[in-house]
């Protein structure tokens, strides 16, 4: 595989002009025969030349649209805002809690929980992220408590994470995992079956 | 010849909903027509194949023609050496439904207007673009490229830092893969802070595949297209997979 890595400052896109004097970027004889009958029009042109710069061959010709519908946008928006929102919580937390920080022999956040709780929202989607608040454990820990008044924890530490969920005599989940990854998708996921936001 | 796709073969995820804008598909062939038959043998095929009769309409000296649809975004363009069709966002539905029939239109052109049995290269290019609002792009912009794209494919992006003074400003990043003799794809991921408040994360993929004998035309295009697929889905991360997967937008 072969990668290059490129900026383009901001600057209009400048396409080499062929050296030939005999060609044109713009077709001086068009003649544009509409078909509306057919739903169709056709343009045929003397065209010599073809102008790609890499920017213009990506760039998309229908441009009369947003990229997508303004729903779509916001909803995106809303997404990425929301783990970023917590990002910059647990970043908070981690730069702001010293020794004692809640006055009762409280210990700033360990970095390897830190660094847990990083992945664990990193690696999860914002619509899910909406439902949960970050909070600081005494112990250096952190916990995703919910939103709402739902009885559900989870709580991130430095080797392990621990869990529970609770909507029902029949509707209930709680376990301690090491943490990875994966395991923390996994019991978030069922996390939010029971408690029904899914 | 019949591209092999090395990649295991997998059904496509549907998805709710979709950042595709741009579906491109292209033949280029050799010899190039000239122009005289290219517009002789041009009436006859867009009679034939668009029911549009330009008789008498033709410029005397044409040697490009682009068909545009008035009511979907759709639009043919073809040339002395090339072929090719344009879709948008709104006529797109899936590549099957949508493009294949479009292929065979541009397939009937290499057999009536190019006249030629094989073609140098079939490329087929899906854009999609992902504008995501923010109240300080500036300051979030490496967060929405780490959250838009898989980390791997982009931790060189991830390094940009704007200066005091920070200016619109936009990253692109190039890879070509080589996926069997003859066949690649070629990806640009782009990152573009296109106001204060908003910025557009973009993937081009591009699959193209060269000396591909008429008859394989359509069955090579749903393959680069399954390599399309295999690609979007190495590139993109589970943020935006579960985005558009998940039945409620929020």
């Known amino acids: 595989m072969n990668n290059s890595f490129e900026i383009l400052e901001p600057q209009a896109v400048i396409c080499q002009k062929p050296k030939s004097d005999n060609t044109s970027f713009y077709a001086s004889t068009v003649k544009r025969v509409p078909f509306v009958a057919a739903s169709l029009s056709v343009v045929m042109s003397m065209v010599s030349f073809d102008c790609y710069s890499l920017d213009d061959k990506y760039r998309p ?22 783990q970023s929102k917590m990002l910059r919580r647990l970043d908070v937390l981690k730069d702001s809690l ?22 664990a929202i990193l690696a999860t989607p914002g619509a ?28 991130i530490g430095n080797e392990d994470f621990s ?23 996994s019991a978030l996921n069922q996390i939010h079956r029971i408690l029904g936001y899914v | 010849m019949a591209i092999k796709n090395p990649y295991p073969l997998e059904e496509h995820r549907t998805f709710k909903r979709t950042f595709l804008q741009q579906t491109e598909v292209t033949l280029r062939f050799t010899p190039v027509i000239n122009d005289v038959d290219f517009r002789n043998r041009m009436l006859p095929y867009l009679k034939t194949v668009f029911n549009l009769d330009l008789t008498g309409k033709v410029d005397a000296e044409a040697n490009h023609a682009e068909i545009n649809s008035d009511n979907e975004q759709k639009k043919f363009v073809f040339d002395l050496n090339q072929a090719k069709f344009i879709i948008g966002p709104s006529s797109y539905n899936t590549f099957k439904e949508t ?12 057999a009536d207007v190019a006249e030629v049995e094989a073609i140098d290269e079939l490329s087929v290019v899906k854009i999609n673009i992902w504008p995501i609002k923010s109240e300080d792009a500036f300051s979030s912009f490496t967060n929405m490229i780490r959250y838009t794209f898989k980390e791997s ?6 390094s940009y830092k ?25 990806a640009v991921l782009s990152a573009e802070v296109v106001s204060k408040e908003k910025v557009n994360l973009g993937l081009a993929l591009n699959a193209s595949a060269r000396n591909i004998g008429i008859n394989d035309i359509l069955s090579d295009a749903i393959t680069l297209n399954d390599i399309i697929y295999r690609g979007f889905i190495e590139s993109v991360s589970e943020n935006i997979i579960d985005f558009m997967s998940r039945e409620k937008l929020s």
């Open chain 1, 98 to 119: 010293g020794d004692n920080w809640n006055g009762e022999g409280d210990i700033p956040i360990e970095e390897k929980a830190y660094n847990n709780a990083k992945t």
């Open chain 2, 162 to 186: 704007f200066d005091d003074n920070p200016k619109p400003v936009r990253l692109s990043k190039t890879s070509d893969t080589t996926i069997a003799e003859s066949v690649g794809l070629d």
């Open chain 1, 163 to 185: 869990y529970a969920a609770l909507a029902s005599d029949d509707k209930q989940i709680s376990g301690k995992e090491p943490f990875s990854e994966q395991a923390f998708k």
């Open chain 2, 99 to 110: 493009a294949i029939p479009m292929v065979g239109m541009l397939v009937r052109f290499i």
């Open chain 2, 153 to 158: 494919c982009v931790s060189d992006m991830l």
């Open chain 1, 128 to 155: 899910m992220l909406k439902h949960w608040r970050l909070f600081p454990n005494p112990n250096g820990t952190l916990l995703l408590s919910p939103k709402n008044k739902s009885i559900a924890g989870i709580s």
């Open chain 1, 61 to 82: 010709v229908f441009v009369g649209v947003e990229p997508a519908q303004d729903e779509l946008i916001v909803a995106l928006g809303d997404d990425y805002e929301a």
